[in-house]
Antibody
């Protein structure tokens, strides 16, 4: 089955760093733009960052720009999110998602992982 | 940045009801609008893409419409499995913003 599995979450102190990973299986990873979306406890979905197939296009939410870095390794079929200068407001479940390009030319997040929890607290 | 506003934020309905959720963008986004369903403890699941296209495997009681700035998600006859939170999301340009969610209870 097509699958995304996140890992790397945990408890970290404010100002600390963490690297999330997302392993893809059963699809051609290199053909898809990939995305991180987060959800704070009891809150809605927040798009965090997207990276194009060959890493040529990278976008970030203003809330994480300059602190988070998205990357991918197509040979390893993996997506990463390096998070630094973490704040309490970064506490959330982080999902990786595949962006499928539809006939209209836009994208939809059609496959999601189950998420990994990041807690920023002293 | 494009902001997405959903209404209502919460909705009380019963099995068999026809339910409509609206989503408004702060600028025109053509039909670059997707709808997701999320149940507690689960990842979101796409229902509708490009405003009105039904994702494979999603029951036809779900439908979407709209273009420009105003969009709707309709559930024609609410089923027990449909009680969840629904999000719209624009894919016109990054940041690919979500609406704040509609909790259907």
């Amino acid at each position: 089955d097509v699958q995304l599995v996140e890992s790397g979450g945990g408890l970290v102190k404010p100002g600390g760093s963490l690297r999330l990973s997302c392993a893809a299986s059963a699809f051609t990873f290199s053909d898809y733009t990939m995305t991180w979306v987060r959800q704070a406890p009891g809150k809605g979905l927040e798009w965090v960052s997207s990276i194009s197939t060959s890493s040529g296009y990278i976008y970030y939410a203003d809330s994480v720009k300059g602190r988070f870095t998205i990357s991918r390794d197509n040979a390893k079929r993996s997506l990463y999110l390096q998070m630094s200068s973490l704040r309490a407001e970064d506490t959330a479940k982080y999902y990786c998602a595949r962006m499928r390009i539809v006939p209209s030319g836009t994208g939809v997040f059609d496959i999601w992982g189950q998420g990994t929890m990041v807690t920023v607290s002293s | 940045d494009i902001q997405m506003t959903q209404s209502p934020s919460s909705l009380s309905a019963s099995v068999g009801d026809r339910v409509t959720i609206t989503c408004r963008a702060t600028q025109p986004i053509d039909t670059f609008l997707n709808w997701y369903q999320q149940k507690p403890g689960q990842a979101p699941k796409v229902l509708i893409y490009s405003a009105s296209s039904l994702q494979r495997g999603v029951p036809p009681r779900f439908s979407g419409s709209g273009s420009g700035t105003d969009f709707t998600l309709t559930i024609s006859s609410l089923q027990p499995d449909d009680f969840a939170t629904y999000y719209c999301q624009q894919s016109y340009s990054p940041p690919y913003t979500f609406g704040q969610g509609t909790n259907l209870e």
